[in-house]
């Protein structure tokens, strides 16, 4: 058997980090068993569904590596199909229609209500004769569900879930003007595509139990299922925007990468022994249904910011420039020469162990990417005082002597500096720093004049001195 998982989001919104986790979890399914991963747009709510949300589903999904077999599949373009089969179980005696008005449907639950009774359709038009239908009134199709014995549900996270058939009432499948239900239509979807495994949020677990007997008297075989705990905030409540639950592509937006995403994410409700961090490769090798825990897991934008500069620190450096040379030049106006970009390259292995996110990595790297004249931080000018200049004025005059442009040479030259005058070397690389950069937070300062070269550190250090008091 051909493992087929899918993916199957309302295009109603972004593509928020509950539903990036349901889909990197039938991802990483079909990856472990060589199957197929198939997306479907349930895009039948055509008032709240938009064509930029679909988009925006399709690039956090492609942004998140998570690529699916085939085309995406439109639920709403498969609506005569879905018609299809329940004109079929009305045939079959297993559907039938039903005139109650709008009226009685209210009068139903309110009279259930006051009798403390379980509210639902009281099923007055399943067995009626159909020369009883009022005219002039469109019907509904209703599913004739059994009202003896239980529905049983074996879940491979949620263990056997039971429900006895008399609490599930007679459900919709066509709608009064010919259109098919959510219910029908996820039924017919995932028969027709295939689906062996549908892992999905334990919101749906509920509407399994309906899904599954339209299966059975269809003929079909069920899929697994396998219903994963949502995720919640770091309260314990249910997560929403003011945990963090934003977008993928804010995410993006934020400077985290999309492999510190997958890690993080499929740690959150999924684990494998004590590992935190691990590639995506392995997390295809490990993955498995049993290892999803039952408990709601809790969002927490630290800890990812932690996984993400981990990652940060692992990746190749070029790949880190290309990331932060569009940030700089669409965030800082700043248009990037060839120079700039080779010193970014160069001070890239430095640069990344101190960034979290790559905005950090952007702006950390913004003093390799400028030119003379640099802005100067507050604390940054407060170094260059009088007494700052008079010492890289010093420095200046030795460093132009130096043969050798590289670390060892010119921490010889500025330690010995700060032993003539004894001074710690801090208060004379602090003030040699920020004439540097402009900035009191780089690397380490030799590896940045290494990487700046002489002619731009002298150029640099040059126009520092320069500077007057305010």
């Given amino acids: 058997m ?3 998982t ?39 709510d055509r008032k709240r569904s938009s064509k930029e949300a679909v988009e925006a589903i399709y690039h956090g999904l492609k942004w998140m590596g998570l690529d699916w077999d085939g085309d995406a599949i439109s639920q709403f373009e498969r609506a005569p199909r879905h018609v299809e ?89 066509l709608r009064a003007d010919g259109t098919p239900t959510y219910m029908l239509a996820v039924v017919v979807d995932d028969y027709d595509m295939g689906v062996t495994h549908a892992i999905r949020g334990d919101d749906h677990l509920n509407n399994a139990f309906r899904q599954i007997q339209l299966y059975l008297a ?65 997390a295809i090798e490990w993955f498995s249904l049993e290892g999803i825990g039952k408990a709601a897991s809790r969002f927490d934008t630290a800890k990812l910011t ?16 290309s990331l932060i040379l569009q940030r700089l030049s669409t965030n800082s106006g700043i248009n990037i020469s060839e120079q700039a970009e080779e010193r970014l390259k160069q001070g890239m292995q430095g640069l990344k162990e101190r960034a979290k996110t790559l905005i950090e990595l952007a702006e950390n790297s913004l003093f390799y ?26 420095l200046l005059a030795k460093f132009k002597k130096i043969e050798g442009w590289n670390t060892e040479a010119l921490e010889v030259i500025v330690k010995a500096y700060a032993e003539e005058n004894e001074l710690k070397l801090g208060k004379v690389a602090q003030p040699l720093r920020a004439a540097l950069s402009g900035t009191t937070v780089t690397p380490g300062i030799f590896e940045v004049m290494e990487v700046l070269g002489r002619e731009e550190s002298l150029k640099r250090i040059a126009a520092a001195v320069q500077l007057t008091d305010a």
């Fill in 369 to 394: 990417a400028v030119d003379v004249p640099l802005e100067y931080t507050p604390k940054a000018l407060k170094l260059l005082d009088a007494e700052g200049r008079d010492k890289i004025s010093s």
């Fill in 6 to 44: 899918r993916f199957a989001p309302s295009p109603t919104g972004f593509l928020h980090i509950g539903g990036a986790r349901t889909a990197l979890f039938n991802w990483l399914f079909a990856k472990h068993h060589n199957g197929k991963f198939l997306l479907r747009i349930e895009d039948t």
């Fill in 218 to 282: 269809m003929g079909w075989e069920p899929p697994v299922y396998a219903h994963i705990p949502l995720i919640h905030g770091q309260d314990g409540a249910k997560l929403s925007k003011r945990h963090g639950a934003l977008g993928v592509e804010a995410y993006e937006e934020m400077g985290f990468l999309p492999e510190a995403m997958r890690n993080y994410l499929v740690r959150l409700g999924w684990g494998h022994g004590d590992d935190e961090i691990f590639s995506t490769e392995q």
């Fill in 85 to 173: 089969v329940a004109n079929q179980l009305l045939a079959e005696g297993k559907a039938y229609k039903c005139y109650c008005s709008p009226e009685e449907l209210t009068e139903m639950r309110e009279l259930a209500k006051k009798e403390k009774r379980r509210v639902g359709y009281d099923g007055r038009w399943r067995d009626k004769d159909p020369s009883e239908a009022p005219e002039g009134v469109d019907p509904v199709i209703r599913f004739k569900a059994p009202t003896e014995g239980k529905t049983v549900i074996k879940d491979q996270v949620q263990g056997e879930v039971t429900v006895a058939n008399d609490q599930l009432d007679d459900m919709i499948l």
């Fill in 2 to 4: 051909t493992v087929v």
């Fill in 306 to 321: 932690a996984v993400n500069g981990n990652y940060i620190k692992e990746a190749e450096n070029n790949r880190l420039v």
